[in-house]
C-alpha cells in the first residue's frame, strides 16, 4: 500500500464535515481519526473509509465502566487503526502515563487494531523495555508516529534532516517498524516529507479539518 495519510481532527468537526470528506474522498492510503463517538456514524455512511480511533480505555472488553470506550468496542463500531500516546494525552499524564499507554496498547492489539503509537523528540524515555518488547512482538500492526512537540500546531515542521534521524533511529531500534511523521504538515510540505525513504506516513492535524488541504495533499481523484 502507498504511504499513508492520517487526518487527526482531535476534539474537532461535525457531521456535515464529516459527510463531505465521505462524500468526496475516496483514497485508500487516507486513514480518518474521527472523534471516537463519530466512529460507527462513518463506518455506517462509508464501509471503505479506514477509519482511526483517537484513545480507548485501560480496560478490556465490556462491564461495568461506565463512560469508558473499549479497544473491542472500537473496534466492533469500525475503526481500523487507534492514534495512542499522542503528546496532547501525555502532557496530562493523569490520562495517559506510559503505564496506561502500555495496557491501551495490550488492549488496541488484542481488538484487532493497527495502532499508531505517538512519541516525541523523547521516544527513548517514552518506550520503555515493556512497551518496546510489545513493539518487538507485534511490528506488523504498529506504526510509530514521531510528533515532536514543537512541531505539533506550530505552522512549522521539523527539518527534513531531524524526520529522517529520527525515524532511522526509531528503526534501528524496531527492525522492520513502519514510520510516520507529524506535526504542521500542510499542502505546501507534504509532497517532499513523503518523498523521504524513511517515512511511511504522515499524520496531520489542523489541515487535515479543511477538505481543500486533504484532496491537495491526497492528489487522488476525490471522485473516483
Ligand atoms: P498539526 O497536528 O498537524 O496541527 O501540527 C498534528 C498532530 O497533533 O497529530
Redesign the pocket.
Known amino acids: 500500500m502507498s504511504k499513508l495519510i492520517i487526518g ?1 481532527w ?1 476534539m474537532n468537526g461535525s457531521i456535515p464535515l464529516l459527510n463531505a470528506f465521505i462524500d468526496s474522498i475516496h483514497c485508500e492510503n487516507f486513514v480518518l481519526a474521527v472523534p471516537n463517538v463519530f466512529v460507527a456514524y462513518s463506518h455506517m455512511k462509508d464501509k471503505f473509509l479506514k477509519l482511526a480511533a483517537q484513545d480507548c480505555s485501560i480496560f478490556q472488553g465490556c462491564g461495568a465502566r461506565t463512560g469508558e470506550i473499549s479497544a473491542d468496542i472500537l473496534k466492533e463500531s469500525g475503526a481500523e487503526f487507534i492514534i495512542l500516546g ?3 494525552r501525555r502532557a496530562l499524564s493523569s490520562f495517559d502515563g506510559i503505564d496506561s499507554i502500555y495496557k491501551k496498547l495490550n488492549n488496541s492489539i488484542k481488538a484487532g487494531l493497527k495502532v499508531i503509537l ?1 512519541v516525541a523528540e523523547n521516544f527513548n524515555k517514552l518506550l520503555d523495555k515493556n512497551t518496546s518488547e510489545f513493539i518487538i512482538n507485534n511490528i506488523e500492526n504498529i506504526y510509530i ?1 514521531f ?1 515532536p512537540i514543537s ?4 505552522g512549522k515542521a521539523a527539518s527534513l534532516q531531524e524526520i529522517v534521524d529520527t525515524l532511522n533511529a526509531i528503526k534501528s531500534k524496531f527492525s522492520g517498524i513502519k514510520c510516520i511523521y ?5 499542502s505546501e510540505n507534504s509532497a517532499e516529507i513523503l518523498t523521504l525513504e524513511s517515512v511511511d506516513g504522515v ?6 479539518l479543511r477538505l481543500g488541504e486533504m484532496k491537495a495533499i491526497l492528489g487522488c481523484d476525490a471522485q473516483v
Open positions: 487527526n482531535k499522542h503528546s496532547e505517538c508516529a510528533e512541531a505539533i500546531g506550530s507529524g506535526g504542521s504538515v500542510n499524520l496531520i492535524g489542523g489541515s487535515s
